[in-house]
């Protein structure tokens, strides 16, 4: 019966990315019939479909119910790392815990005299999932275009406030440069890239001198894929019950500490460099989060590329980045051969 309940609960979890993939892939996950069933079960905003199904989903037909276990199934396919991928990893701690590891891929290509350029990933999950595996096709893409990637894993909510996730994130950084040169890497060209909660961990890092201290300004660019979090306290007004239940635990309910934790509080300069916005034009609250940030490190002197990103989902954003054809990915290559 458990084994049962958490499949149920993870068609409310997962339906509204399926919804979101179907829409992007011309219809060919689930049947119309099923679409018309779960639309008018629960309407058509995504934000509100998770709770809608939890608490309605037996009224969904048995054909429905079917269809839809499939589509997820092939949805978490989507999301797996290749083994062959995975084995090229080198992990590498950079603190005490089991968390505390990040996975450095390296290119084939003879390493250039100052070392390759990396490209640092912090993955997304709310601030309490996920973890540094979650790469899909990315090293492989970055490898091949001359650039040397990291995963990071970091501590979770809650074994570990947000506070020390972006202090996780800033000492793998930190690694990383104080070894780079066995490690074959150039310091002087580190991207750091997040998705999600790694974008907003990635916006702070990138913002707030308290973590990375004066080697804010060596960072090369940072690039956010379909952040909402940059303005924590605005986003909490703003959102959802859901998006309520998932900031709660990671931000709290203090205002000052909410602050301190919101990238777009913090864009006053000393920050990176360069920036590349990514986001979901169709989600208003990434388009409203993302456009803040711009502007407030524009002020403070940054160079920022924001562009909304047309077709794709929060979930597609990142995990068809280094497919080809798609924005995101012509997007962050264009960047990255303009540093």
Known sequence: MMKKGLIILGAGLLMAPVLAQQAREGGRMLSRECRREVVQLCGFNRGEMRECLREKKDQLSQPCKGEMMQAM????????TSAQTTARARTIAYGNSAAQQLDLYLPEATRPASGYPLVVFVHGGGWSKGSKDMVQQKPDFFNAKGWAFASVGYRLVPEAPVEQQAADVAAAIARLKRDSAALGIDPKRIVLMGHSAGAHLSALVGTDPQWLGPDIGALAGVILLDGAAYDVAEQ???????????????????????????????????????????????????????????????????????TGMDGESHMTINRELGQPGNPQTDAVDAFLTGL
């Open 73 to 80: 199934a092939k949805r978490l396919r989507q999301n797996d």
């Open 236 to 306: 909490m007004r703003q959102g959802s019950f859901m998006t309520k239940r998932t900031y709660e635990p990671a931000f709290g309910t203090e205002p000052k500490r909410q602050a301190r934790l919101s990238p777009t509080l913090h864009a006053a300069a000393p920050n990176a460099p360069r920036w590349l916005i990514l986001y979901v034009a169709r989600r208003a609250d990434a388009t409203a989060q993302s456009s803040a940030l711009a502007r407030a490190l524009q002020q403070g002197g940054a160079r920022v590329q924001l």
